[in-house]
Nanobody
Framework: QVKLVESGGGLVQAGGSLNLSCVVS????????MGWFRQAPGKEREIVAA????????YYADPVKGRFTVSRDNLDKTAYLQMSAVSPADTAVYYC??????????????????????WGQGTQVTVSS
């Protein structure tokens, strides 16, 4: 059983910073790609950033490039999303997601939602202007 729990969301002023964490329980964390997605009211869930199982490859959606940083700690089985220079457009529920172990993956794409098999419950990020 793989379970993901996000934390770190909250209310932040525009221009500020926020750090999200995603703790993963279960086996094989170090073999799983990790993704961060977000969903704003009335919009579809979209990719924000992702990091592959090795930590050597990352992906960032254009709106967050240069502002957000994705990382992971395999010993603590945790993925992180550091958010800086936030704007009201970043307001959304943020979800972390984990893939099946990379050697079992059918879809080898960090930014494809279908690459991820396990999801957290989400954490709300609200940016005030």
């Amino acid at each position: 059983q793989v379970k993901l729990v996000e934390s770190g969301g909250g209310l932040v002023q525009a221009g500020g910073s926020l750090n999200l964490s995603c703790v993963v329980s279960g086996r094989s964390f170090s073999a799983r790609d990790m993704g961060w997605f977000r969903q704003a009211p009335g919009k579809e869930r979209e990719i924000v950033a992702a990091i592959d199982w090795s930590g050597l490859s990352t992906y960032y959606a254009d709106p967050v490039k240069g502002r957000f940083t994705v990382s992971r700690d395999n010993l603590d089985k945790t993925a992180y999303l550091q958010m800086s220079a936030v704007s009201p457009a970043d307001t959304a529920v943020y979800y972390c997601a984990a893939s099946r172990p990379h050697y079992d993956k059918l879809i080898d794409s960090l930014d494809d939602r279908a690459s991820y098999d396990y999801w957290g419950q989400g954490t709300q990020v609200t940016v005030s202007s």
